[in-house]
C-alpha cells in the first residue's frame, strides 16, 4: 500500500502563489507517474497536472498552463505543484494521484491512478 499525503493549501488573493506537497510513504517502489487533480464545489474532477517517474515529462490542463510547475524529488518520495498567479477559479480541493501500473508515463485520466491522498483546501479570493 501507499499513503499520500497533501500539505500546503490555504487562503491567497487573486495574483499570489502557493506551493502543495505530497508526500507518499509505503510500498513507493510502486509509484510511477504521479498528478495532481482538483474538485470545485458542485463540479467534478478535473485533472490539473501530471509528471513522469523520472520528472523529465509533465503535462498540463490548458487552464493552468503557464502557471502551475510540478515537479518531484524521488529522494523524499514527495511531488509538488507550484502555483503561481492564482485566480478565484482556481479555488477547489487539491488531490495527489500515484499510479502503481507504469503502463504510461503520463497519465492524466483519474481511473488509471491507484493511490489517492485526502486533499488540500485551495481559496483563491477575488
Known amino acids: 500500500q501507499v499513503q499520500l499525503v497533501e500539505s500546503g493549501g490555504g487562503l491567497v488573493q487573486a495574483g499570489g502563489s502557493l506551493r502543495l506537497s505530497c508526500a507518499a510513504s509505503g510500498r513507493t517502489f510502486n509509484i510511477y507517474a504521479m498528478g495532481w487533480f482538483r474538485q470545485a464545489p458542485g463540479k467534478e474532477r478535473e485533472f490539473v497536472s501530471a509528471?513522469?517517474?523520472?520528472?523529465?515529462?509533465?503535462y498540463y490542463a490548458d487552464s493552468v498552463k503557464g502557471r502551475y510547475t510540478i515537479s518531484r524529488d524521488n529522494a523524499k518520495n514527495t511531488v509538488y505543484l507550484q502555483m503561481n498567479n492564482l485566480k478565484p477559479e482556481d479555488t477547489a480541493v487539491y488531490y495527489c494521484a500515484a499510479d502503481s501500473g507504469g503502463l504510461y508515463l503520463i497519465v492524466t485520466d483519474a481511473v488509471e491512478y491507484d493511490y489517492w491522498g485526502q486533499g488540500t483546501q485551495v481559496t483563491v479570493s477575488s
Open positions: 509528471v513522469s517517474w523520472s520528472g523529465g515529462s509533465t
